[in-house]
């Protein structure tokens, strides 16, 4: 249970996006109340000349595995990594994005095989596989957490656990066992499903199959969230995909850090956000996130036309050895496929850094056309050898996007914040540590993108509503003591592509279900994070 406290002086910003008002609050046993509730030997925290507002809830993160890898390797969970949130005034993380969860688990050793090799794409080695969301909350739990986090379910991962990477229709069968599964995690507390439409084995699925899961949510009254088949040339081919499924399936739909990257697609943001609008107007439930940087991150893999990773990591090294295969990448980049966001065909290599490199720590934080000119090498070739040398662990960063179209999407009606954050060893994108002090500091109070009350509110309350988690998101006596305080007129993120967890300022303190884990700017070493189970 946390101390009593009593928050005085503040400028309170509620979540509600009702203007901010002077006010106190009061904490008591990790639930706020009101101040005269309080007792006289509460501790007295002084906001004055402070913001007060809920903990900030970070839609979009990657941080699944973080804490339970520090655990499973019986390492201490204190490294910036694992800090980088809580330091910025999350207060819970939505994990699971982008098709990729460590559960469910499979039933044979095959697919268990499969699962483990995608996860470990994401997360890393030796993560283990959780049989289901109960095992993976009890994991979560015993792992020390500073922060809270909830999760979607991976369609990628049920896919792997049922069929693997085979690139082909899931059959009648194998749709209903990922009925099944899905319908069990969302059963245990999951608060979504996603996708993720550029990966395998995910972009080897139809529509039809995400139709199907989709009624599934839309059964258990939960968002199917998706990162987009294409958010490049064909980034609005790939939005009325996932408007379809919302159509066909009854269920809401939230698309992942939307963005109209490459070079045929910047300035397509207006044409994307009218066709939400519309669809919204027809009746359907859509909203969106995105993350306030220009450029994104993800596999080094990715980049390789889908066809490649068939069969899984395994399968990719090994054709990767194949000249061949080599000079079938190559064509299909310089030419492109079908339905294939072609990263490097809308942009090029010039635009692609390595951000993390198990092994090959000198490759970090320089592009992949300086890398290879280095090398002396085609730089299909260097991808191919510096995936081979890493066994294919290798996330990069792709500078993609255009300022205006990510402020168009920040500004408009229902866009939430999601930090996408990537949390791996080398120079991951500056975004893990930086999001939320970025909007409160670069796009509040600096460019006047929001306003400050309108921004708290697509960072708490809007989220706790998307996902369900109730009695969080708002300041209100009786609600779940999560709240971060900081100071508008110094809150800023510093974290930068070359010293990418360096801690924002300006975040002074942070309650944890009403225990404070960060004291003017400081670690208290508190950890009281939990696993948070979609609200019933």
């Known amino acids: ?200 084995p995910g972009t080897y699925a139809g529509t039809d199959e995400l139709i199907h899961l989709g009624k599934i949510s839309a059964r258990h009254g939960v968002p199917y969230v998706t990162h987009l088949r294409d958010e490049m040339q064909y980034v609005e081919e790939a939005l009325e995909e996932a408007l379809h499924i919302a159509r066909q399936s009854g269920t809401s739909l939230h698309v992942s850090h939307h963005k109209t990257a490459g070079k045929f697609s910047h300035g397509r943001s207006v044409q994307t956000l009218a066709t939400m609008d519309a669809a919204r107007r027809e009746g359907l439930d859509v909203t969106c996130d995105v993350y306030p940087y220009v450029a994104a991150s993800t596999h080094l893999h990715a980049m390789l036309p889908p066809w490649s990773f068939e069969g899984g990591m395994g399968a990719l090294l090994r054709r990767l050895h194949d000249p061949a295969a080599r000079n079938r990448m190559r064509a299909d980049i310089a030419g492109g496929i079908p339905s294939w966001e072609n990263t490097v065909g809308n942009g090029g290599w010039d635009r692609i850094d390595v951000a993390t490199a198990p092994g090959r720590t000198e490759t970090q934080g320089i592009s992949v056309a300086a890398l290879a000119a280095r090398a002396g090498q085609d730089a299909v070739d260097f991808v191919a050898d510096l995936l081979i040398s890493t066994g294919g662990h290798v996330t990069i960063i792709s500078h993609s996007m255009e300022e205006a179209d990510m402020q168009r999407v920040l500004a408009h009606p229902g866009t939430m914040v999601g930090s996408d954050g990537v949390p791996k060893d080398g120079k991951p994108h500056p975004r893990w540590a930086g999001t939320f002090a970025r909007i409160l500091g670069r796009y509040v109070r600096d ?90």
Not at 1 to 11: F, H, N, R, T, V
Not at 490 to 501: G, I, M, N, R, Y
């Open 1 to 200: 249970m946390g101390e009593s406290y009593l928050i005085k002086g503040g400028s309170i910003v509620d979540g509600t996006g009702r203007p901010a008002r002077r006010a106190d609050i009061g904490i008591v046993n990790g639930t706020m109340v009101e101040p005269a509730a309080v007792s006289k030997d509460a501790v007295l925290v002084d906001a004055t000349g402070l913001v007060v507002s809920p903990g900030f809830i970070d839609v979009h993160t990657h941080s699944d595995a973080t804490t339970i890898r520090s655990q499973y390797a019986g390492k201490s969970n204190t490294g910036p990594l694992a800090l980088a949130a809580v330091m910025q005034g999350a207060t819970l993380e939505i994990a699971g994005n982008c098709g990729y969860s460590v559960f469910p688990g499979a039933d044979t050793e095959k697919q268990v095989d499969a699962l483990a090799e995608f996860t470990a794409t994401l997360f890393g080695n030796g993560i283990p596989v959780c049989d289901d969301i109960e095992e993976y909350a009890q994991r979560q739990n015993d792992s020390g957490r500073f922060n809270n986090i909830s999760s979607l379910v991976g369609h990628s991962s049920l896919r792997a656990a049922v069929m693997g990477f085979e690139q082909r229709e899931a059959t009648v069968l194998e749709i209903a066992t990922m009925e099944r599964l899905l319908s069990s995690a969302l059963d245990g507390g999951a608060v979504g499903w996603s996708s993720g439409l550029i990966y395998p």
């Open 447 to 536: 460019l006047q993108v929001l306003e400050l009350e309108e921004a708290v509110h697509r960072m708490t309350a809007l989220p706790a509503q998307r996902f369900g988690l109730n009695e969080r998101g708002i300041l209100a006596p009786g609600n779940i003591a999560d709240v971060t305080i900081f100071d508008p007129h110094t809150v800023s993120d510093q974290a930068t592509f070359v010293d990418s967890l360096l801690p924002p300022t300006g975040i002074e303190h942070v309650f944890i279900a009403g225990r404070r884990a960060l004291q003017h700017g400081v670690l208290t070493g508190t950890s009281a994070g939990t696993f948070v189970a979609r609200s019933r």
